[in-house]
């Protein structure tokens, strides 16, 4: 079963505007969660993280939001830009620092930006 | 520069012969991760290693072998026994005591 979850396989917006990326998480212990950014035949590049202890995290043109009670958290991207073009995968881990281990991984959500 | 290598970047296998895929990190970090993609699966974990001469399976360890005789090196061996081991494999390394994972830029296998 999965435990953490991306619903949406594509997501198509336009340049300038807001993109929404959503993930859920079934996992009542994961408290550590992360954005990865993936172009094709390449490693995922972190792209910002948030812990339990907030409910928002700001950096730049990203936001991520967590929800604990509904168990989702979303990736936010104003504006967005061509080059954000990728596919995004949500990430959750129990214990801060990977003291838990591992990082468990959502389906992602390929994001294309028109111009 | 610091950083987590992973080579080949692009491996062929004959069917039924083990091959084995290098990932190497100067980050000093304690734990390493090996993923595997697959086209709609997302990256899911086949084995991972928080201290040297230790290792743990993880969702699909099997047909797959690990080793981790030092701190900098995870090498994943894909046995003859993985059914279907064409894939893009990406390595991950982390501190323990840190925060995010970070990727090498993967090995593309293909079994011909």
């Known amino acids: 079963d999965q435990q953490v979850k991306q619903n949406s396989p594509s997501l198509s917006v336009q340049e300038g505007r807001i993109s929404i990326l959503n993930c859920d998480y079934t996992?009542?212990?994961?408290?550590?969660f992360l954005w990865y950014k993936k172009y094709p035949a390449e490693g995922p590049t972190f792209l910002i993280s948030?812990?339990?202890?907030?409910d928002k995290n700001e950096d730049g043109r990203f936001t991520v939001f967590l929800n604990k009670s509904a168990k989702h958290l979303s990736l936010h991207i104003v504006p967005s830009q061509p080059g954000d073009s990728a596919v995004y995968f949500c990430?959750?881990?129990?214990?801060?620092?990977?003291?838990?281990?591992?990082?468990?991984f959502g389906k992602g959500t390929k994001l294309s930006v028109k111009p | 520069d610091g950083g987590i290598t992973q080579s080949p970047k692009y491996l062929f296998r004959k069917e039924g012969q083990n091959v084995t895929l290098s990932c190497e990190q100067n980050?000093?970090?304690?734990?390493m991760y090996w993923y595997r993609q697959d086209p709609g699966q997302g990256l899911r974990l086949i084995y991972y290693?928080?201290?040297?001469?230790?290792?743990q399976k993880g969702d699909i360890a099997e047909g797959y072998s690990v080793s981790r005789e030092k701190k900098e090196s995870f090498p994943l061996t894909v046995t003859s026994a993985q059914k279907n081991p064409t894939a893009f494999y990406l390595c991950?390394?982390?501190?323990?005591?840190?925060?995010?994972?970070?990727f090498g830029q993967g090995t593309r296998l293909t079994v011909v």
């Open positions: 991950a390394s982390r501190d323990l005591g840190g925060t995010e994972a970070f």
């Open positions: 996992n009542s212990m994961f408290d550590y």
């Open positions: 948030i812990s339990s202890i907030k």
């Open positions: 990430a959750a881990s129990e214990g801060y620092g990977g003291s838990q281990g591992n990082l468990i």
């Open positions: 980050l000093n970090h304690d734990a």
């Open positions: 290693s928080q201290i040297v001469n230790d290792f």
